[in-house]
C-alpha cells in the first residue's frame, strides 16, 4: 500500500519540483511577498491537475486565481491568456486581455520557444501581425539553427506583405534542407503577390529540373503556366505528368480542372473517368470528385447517362461500401429514381 502511495505522488513530486521554481520565477518580484507566490504557484498546480482531468472549468478558475495572486508570475499570466483565447464565444475585449496576457510572458521571456510562438500566432490571427512578426524575429534571433521556427518567420513575413524578406529566409530553409515541392511553392507564391513571372517560372523550372519526370513537378510546372496566362504550356506540362505517372489519379484530377477552365465538357468528363478508375485516389477522395461532378450537373439540370455511367465506374470498385451506395442512393433520390434509390 505505500509502495502505491509513494508511486501516486512521484509524478506530483517531479512536477513540483520542476514547475514550482518556473513558477515562483516566473516574473518580477515587485510588492509580492513570498506567501502570495506560494499561494499563486501551488493553485497553479492544482490547476494542472484538473486540466489532466478536463475539467476545465475548475482549471480556468484556478489559473485565473493564480494569477490575481501574483500578478507578476508570468507563467500564470500566459496560462490565463490562452485559456481566454481558447474560450467559446470571445468578445473582442477578452481576445485583447487575452493577448496582452500572452505579451506580458513574451516580454518577460521571449526565448520560451512554445509560448513566444503561440503568442505570435495569436497575434497573426487577430490582427496585429506586426506584433506577430516582432516576437518570431526575436525568437529566431536567439534560436538561429532551428529552421521550423525560420518556416514560421517566412509565414510572417508574407503575412505582413514583405514578400522579398519571405522569399530569402525560404532561400535560407533551402539551403541548409535543400529543395522541396513545399519551398519552391511558398517561394513562388511570394514571387507572384510581387508580380515577378520571371521568377515564378525560373523557381518551378530550377525544382523541375532536379526531377525532370515527376508528375508532382510536371503538375507544378502546370500550374505556374496556367497562373500566367500560358495553357498550351500548362498542357504539355500534365500530358509529361500522365505520361511519366500513368496510374497516378492526381494528374488526372489536375487534368479534368483544366479542360474545365478552358470549357471542354467531353474532354473533362474523360479525365474524371480515368481519375475514378485509378488505385492511388482512395475512395474520400473519389467519393468527394464524384459528389461534386454530380452537384454540378444537378444544378445545370443535367443528369444525363454520363452521371450514371461515372457511378457504375465507382460501383466496380466499391460495390459493398455503404457510403458509395449511400451518395448513389441519394443521387437516385433527388433525380426522381425512387425505385432505384429504395
Excluded at 173 to 200: P, V
Excluded at 209 to 215: D, L, T
Aim: hydrophobic residues 35%; negative net charge.
Amino acid at each position: 500500500m505505500n509502495g502505491l502511495k509513494f508511486h501516486n505522488l512521484l509524478p506530483w513530486v517531479i512536477v513540483v519540483a520542476v514547475v514550482l521554481p518556473v513558477m515562483v520565477m516566473g516574473g518580477e518580484r515587485g510588492g509580492i511577498g513570498d506567501a502570495d507566490r506560494r499561494k499563486a504557484s501551488y493553485m497553479f498546480l492544482e490547476a494542472q491537475n484538473w486540466k489532466s482531468r478536463e475539467v476545465s472549468d475548475a482549471y480556468f478558475e484556478l489559473v485565473r486565481r493564480a494569477y490575481e495572486t501574483d500578478t507578476t508570475n508570468t507563467t500564470a499570466a500566459f496560462y490565463l491568456g490562452h485559456s481566454l483565447l481558447s474560450m467559446r464565444g470571445r468578445s473582442r475585449e477578452q481576445y485583447e486581455r487575452g493577448l496582452a496576457l500572452l505579451r506580458k510572458h513574451f516580454d518577460a521571456r521571449p526565448d520560451d520557444v512554445y509560448e513566444t510562438t503561440f503568442y505570435s500566432d495569436a497575434c497573426m490571427m487577430l490582427g496585429h501581425p506586426d506584433q506577430g512578426l516582432e516576437a518570431i524575429q526575436r525568437l529566431c534571433q536567439s534560436n538561429p539553427g532551428k529552421l521550423e521556427l525560420q518556416a514560421r518567420l517566412a509565414e510572417a513575413y508574407t503575412r505582413t506583405g514583405d514578400y522579398a524578406k519571405a522569399i530569402a529566409t525560404l532561400d535560407t530553409i533551402e539551403l541548409h534542407h535543400g529543395q522541396s515541392f513545399a519551398l519552391t511553392s511558398k517561394k513562388i507564391s511570394n514571387y507572384i503577390e510581387l508580380n515577378d513571372t520571371a521568377n515564378s517560372i525560373a523557381e518551378m523550372r530550377r525544382l523541375l529540373a532536379s526531377a525532370p519526370r515527376s508528375a508532382q513537378y510536371n503538375m507544378g510546372m502546370a500550374g505556374v503556366m496556367q497562373q500566367f496566362g500560358m495553357p498550351d504550356s500548362a498542357l504539355h506540362y500534365l500530358n509529361v505528368a500522365q505520361e511519366a505517372e500513368p496510374s497516378n489519379g492526381y494528374t488526372y484530377l489536375a487534368k479534368a480542372q483544366f479542360y474545365r477552365e478552358a470549357g471542354d465538357s467531353a474532354a473533362y468528363d474523360q479525365q474524371i473517368r480515368h481519375a475514378l478508375t485509378t488505385d492511388n485516389l482512395d475512395l474520400d477522395d473519389k467519393l468527394g470528385l464524384l459528389t461534386s461532378y454530380i452537384r454540378e450537373h444537378i444544378s445545370a439540370n443535367d443528369t444525363t447517362q454520363r452521371v450514371d455511367e461515372l457511378f457504375g465506374v465507382l460501383l466496380e470498385q466499391f460495390l459493398h461500401d455503404p457510403a458509395t451506395n449511400e451518395i448513389y442512393t441519394q443521387y437516385l433520390y433527388t433525380t426522381g429514381n425512387y425505385k432505384g434509390a429504395k
